[in-house]
């Protein structure tokens, strides 16, 4: 199997930064996109941003130029910077990683358990 572990979530003030990982660990063989989510209370989980296995990255519009994602794929990890931080960034964040498993020839999805982040006004 494939695990995703998330760490880095807290409590921040608006204005403040948090750097959230994501290890993968378990008998991989590569790891396509990393990805991670958001989940506010009442609200349905929404992209936040992905990275390709090349380092293409993407980013909904409501944290250009403030989020940042990265990976180490000698680590298996990745990476979000979050900077400039709003209430409203509020939420679950989880990690989500398309891999195969050694041994495997076709991927499959993998999540992470979340991390919850609190931006206080």
């Known amino acids: 199997q494939v695990q995703l572990v998330e760490s880095g979530g807290g409590l921040v003030q608006a204005g403040g930064s948090l750097r959230l990982s994501c290890a993968a660990s378990g008998s991989i063989f590569s790891i396509n996109g990393m990805r991670w989510y958001r989940q506010a209370p009442g609200k349905q989980r929404e992209l936040v941003a992905a990275?390709?296995?090349?380092?293409?990255?993407n980013y909904a519009d409501s944290v250009k130029g403030r989020f940042t994602i990265s990976r180490d794929n000698a680590k298996n990890t990745a990476y979000l910077q979050m900077n400039s931080l709003k209430p409203e960034d509020t939420a679950v964040y989880y990690c989500y990683a398309n891999a195969q498993r050694v041994g495997f020839s076709r991927t499959s999805d993998y999540w992470g358990q979340g991390t919850q982040v609190t931006v206080s006004s």
């Open positions: 990275i390709t296995s090349g380092g293409t990255t």
